[in-house]
């Protein structure tokens, strides 16, 4: 049995005329429902709301005001909900819709309270379906494209695999080749974005090294060609393969990957250096503070010359900090008033970049 996240792209759910596409919506729902039935467990990553809106209100122009824009994939969501309601129905499989936004996988206790959610819809039977709450997502909040919400669900979710099903057959490299296992050094071909997508070629492959550093099998392929879902699952190469890492704790994944940065440290040469060696942070290597934190918040640890080392989950807030920082531990008691925690950020509660 596997957990398998899959997306599938505006252009690929909505025709150019705003129109659902329905017979695709079918199609996916046939598919999905036989992986559900050979006991793998699915969830499906959906955008094309704010497509659906301009179609069924008859919208001309997609430059619209920020509020007809939420007021339009209001709209929308109806529209694609009862289509992907319809569709599973006829293969004897129930749906439920999840509306997200980025602070629900930042918050540690939303997000807690979110994978609960999945996981009772899963053990009741049904198919979660998932899209950004763009009715109330703001410039601050919102994902910007549903390849970053499909990765951070696998991640959260800890999947097997995720497929992000797109317009395009896979990343090309320069000379306009499918590259079949991704690697960071290639030289890859400019592209443009799709006419109802929000994100580009970059924000796919942020989502694969994403999840794939998570060790979650990525594939990212031609979302026309349905039966990509089954080819990936089954070993074929369908399109671009994200080869998996080392799996890491729950914690540490959400930490790195999912979690809101409240603030930052500066941290000394040697600070880093024990970092990369997995030791614990102590406040004796702290040499800078930006923003206001309390202790449980995760911050962002930077070394001396502005590069990101990882991220953390501190013992001592902004102010706590601002007094123990160059200071050894055994120094903290004096420094604080009272008893409490020897490290700055137990070296359990830190995810590394590499």
Same mark, same amino acid.
């Given at each position: 049995?596997?957990?398998?996240?899959?997306?599938?792209?505006? $252009?690929?759910?909505?025709?150019?005329?705003?129109?659902?596409?329905?017979?695709?919506?079918?199609?996916?729902?046939?598919?999905?429902?036989?992986?559900?039935?050979?006991?793998?467990?699915?969830?499906?990553?959906?955008?094309?709301?704010?497509?659906?809106?301009?179609?069924?209100?008859?919208?001309?122009?997609?430059?619209?005001?920020?509020?007809?824009?939420?007021?339009?994939?209001? /709209?929308?969501?109806?529209?694609? %909900?009862?289509?992907?309601?319809?569709?599973?129905?006829?293969?004897?499989?129930?749906?439920?819709?999840?509306?997200?936004?980025?602070?629900?996988?930042?918050?540690?206790?939303?997000?807690?309270?979110?994978?609960?959610?999945?996981?009772?819809?899963?053990?009741?039977?049904?198919?979660? /379906?998932?899209?950004?709450?763009?009715?109330?997502?703001?410039?601050?909040?919102?994902?910007?494209?549903?390849?970053?919400?499909?990765?951070?669900?696998?991640?959260?979710?800890?999947?097997?695999?995720?497929?992000?099903?797109?317009?395009?057959?896979?990343?090309?490299?320069?000379?306009?080749?499918?590259?079949?296992?991704?690697?960071?050094?290639?030289?890859?071909?400019?592209?443009?974005?799709?006419?109802?997508?929000?994100?580009?070629?970059?924000?796919?492959?942020?989502?694969?090294?994403?999840?794939?550093?998570?060790?979650?099998?990525?594939?990212?392929?031609?979302?026309?060609?349905?039966?990509?879902?089954?080819?990936?699952?089954?070993?074929? $190469?369908?399109?671009?393969?994200?080869?998996?890492?080392?799996?890491?704790?729950?914690?540490?994944?959400?930490?790195?990957?999912?979690?809101?940065?409240?603030?930052?440290?500066?941290?000394?040469?040697?600070?880093?250096?024990?970092?990369?060696?997995?030791?614990?942070?102590?406040?004796?290597?702290?040499?800078?503070?930006?923003?206001?934190?309390?202790?449980?918040?995760?911050?962002?640890?930077?070394?001396?010359?502005?590069?990101?080392?990882?991220?953390?989950?501190?013992?001592?807030?902004?102010?706590?900090?601002?007094?123990? %920082?160059?200071?050894?531990?055994?120094?903290?008691?004096?420094?604080?008033?009272?008893?409490?925690?020897?490290?700055? /950020?137990?070296?359990? $509660?830190?995810?590394?970049?590499?």
């Amino acid at each position: 049995m596997s957990k398998i996240v899959i997306k599938v792209g505006s $252009n690929l759910l909505v025709k150019k005329n705003g129109e659902i596409n329905k017979s695709y919506i079918i199609e996916l729902a046939r598919i999905i429902s036989n992986l559900k039935k050979a006991d793998n467990t699915i969830i499906l990553i959906t955008s094309g709301a704010r497509a659906a809106g301009y179609g069924k209100a008859q919208k001309a122009h997609v430059e619209e005001a920020l509020y007809i824009k939420q007021a339009l994939c209001a /709209i929308g969501q109806v529209q694609l %909900m009862k289509l992907y309601e319809t569709a599973f129905d006829m293969y004897d499989e129930k749906v439920a819709q999840i509306l997200i936004n980025r602070n629900d996988f930042g918050d540690r206790n939303r997000f807690l309270n979110l994978r609960n959610t999945v996981t009772g819809l899963i053990e009741m039977g049904f198919i979660p /379906i998932a899209n950004e709450n763009d009715t109330v997502s703001t410039e601050e909040i919102t994902f910007g494209d549903n390849d970053l919400l499909a990765a951070m669900t696998a991640v959260g979710w800890k999947a097997d695999y995720l497929i992000l099903m797109s317009s395009i057959e896979g990343i090309l490299d320069e000379d306009g080749e499918i590259i079949r296992v991704f690697n960071p050094e290639t030289r890859l071909k400019k592209m443009s974005s799709s006419s109802w997508g929000t994100g580009g070629i970059e924000t796919k492959i942020n989502a694969g090294i994403t999840a794939a550093t998570t060790g979650i099998k990525v594939c990212i392929c031609d979302g026309k060609k349905l039966e990509n879902i089954t080819g990936f699952l089954s070993g074929q $190469n369908t399109g671009t393969t994200f080869e998996p890492g080392k799996i890491p704790s729950s914690r540490k994944a959400w930490i790195g990957f999912l979690s809101s940065s409240a603030g930052k440290i500066t941290v000394n040469e040697g600070a880093v250096k024990a970092i990369i060696s997995k030791k614990s942070l102590l406040p004796v290597g702290i040499t800078g503070v930006g923003g206001r934190f309390d202790s449980g918040d995760v911050i962002e640890v930077k070394d001396q010359t502005g590069k990101s080392v990882g991220r953390g989950m501190v013992n001592f807030s902004s102010d706590e900090t601002l007094k123990i %920082m160059g200071h050894q531990s055994e120094d903290l008691k004096v420094l604080l008033g009272k008893e409490g925690p020897k490290v700055y /950020i137990h070296a359990d $509660n830190f995810w590394i970049n590499e």
